[in-house]
């Protein structure tokens, strides 16, 4: 088992950049592939970024290619998704989630509760 908790959300006008982290515990982090979600109002959860268990491995929606990183550190047991140049289409409550397999966009095993990120334009 492994529980997962997001932080970093907020409120930030259109161009601004914010942090999100996902702290872990449980099971033996580094044995997980990562990933980051979003879900917006009235639509369906959609990938974001996903990360290998060594973090040398990345892979990025195209809708936020160039804009967002995904990172990890497993010695803190935690995986980061910094966000710049964001957009008001970027608003969406942001989920991290594990998987035990190969998955990277589908198939994730634990999620946290998410955190909220507002864009205003």
């Known amino acids: 088992q492994v529980q997962l908790v997001e932080s970093g959300g907020g409120l930030v006008q259109a161009g601004g950049s914010l942090r999100l982290s996902c702290a872990a515990s449980g099971r033996i982090f580094s044995r997980y592939r990562m990933g980051w979600f979003r879900q917006a109002p009235g639509k369906e959860r959609e990938f974001v970024a996903a990360?290998?268990?060594?973090?040398?491995?990345?892979t990025y929606a195209d809708f936020v290619k160039g804009r967002f990183t995904i990172s990890r550190d497993n010695a803190k047991n935690t995986m980061l998704l910094q966000m710049h140049s964001l957009k008001p289409e970027d608003t969406a409550v942001y989920y991290c989630a594990a998987i035990k397999g190969a998955g990277v966009t589908t198939g994730y095993d634990y999620w946290g509760q998410g955190t909220q990120v507002t864009v205003s334009s």
């Open positions: 990360i290998s268990w060594s973090g040398g491995s990345t």
